[in-house]
């Protein structure tokens, strides 16, 4: 009988923010990437921003030197918010940039309250067209949203990267069916575009290699640790052998 392999879920939440804590990004993207994002949105004026699951704060700083206003970033996890908070104060945006902790799909505050939602890499753990449905009541009339979702760029795929990600990201579908469901979710379309490869291997991948063998040292003994760094490497490895097939969009709507 075959093997199960594990899922993403399947680890346990210490140990992937042990893990992740010591990368700038917890998940493929890039500043150029951010950026571009954000050139759909017009930034002339002070904005309020709300950066859903932010992490560490990667990208939160580059939308913060990138903005005028404020900006909050939201985690579950109470040591990606320390950093994120320590990371602000060392670029001298803490007067304007805060990270607090909550959940994405919980949130605490007002009904349009903010310019700007933006999500990079954390939207399909609460569900596309759910997230985007939720969040909308948060965002101003003539609001903005831009996150980063895992899509399809064809219709057919090999069966052992179909089965990776339906896994890993059950409702995950093909860019003109994310469009779609950003519609009838009550925005219009701004933008879509496809993160360069190098979002993945530049700014996620290759760093990873770099915590590795601290990462087993400092958790040696720990079955569950040596599992998830083979996840982890089978993900890129699965990404070089297949990644014509899927990746990263921004999608950029606007609420109606």
Known sequence: MEKEEPLIHDFDIGLICDYFGRLERQGPGSPEATVRALSFIDSSRELKIADLACGTGGQTMILAKNTKGTIIGLDIFPDFINKFNINAEKLGLQNRVKGIVGSMDA????????????????????GFEKGLNYWKDFLKKDGYIAVTYESWFTDERPAEIEKFWVDAVPEMGTIGHNISIMQKAGYSLVAAFVLPEKCWTDTYFIPQKAIQKEFLEENAGNKDAEVFVEYMKHEAELYSKYKQYYGYVFYIGRKI
Do not use: H, K, R
């Not at 009904?111 to 609460?126: K, L, Q, R």
């Open 107 to 126: 949130l605490p505050f007002q009904n349009e309250e903010f310019d700007v939602i933006w999500s990079e890499g954390a939207i399909a753990n609460m």
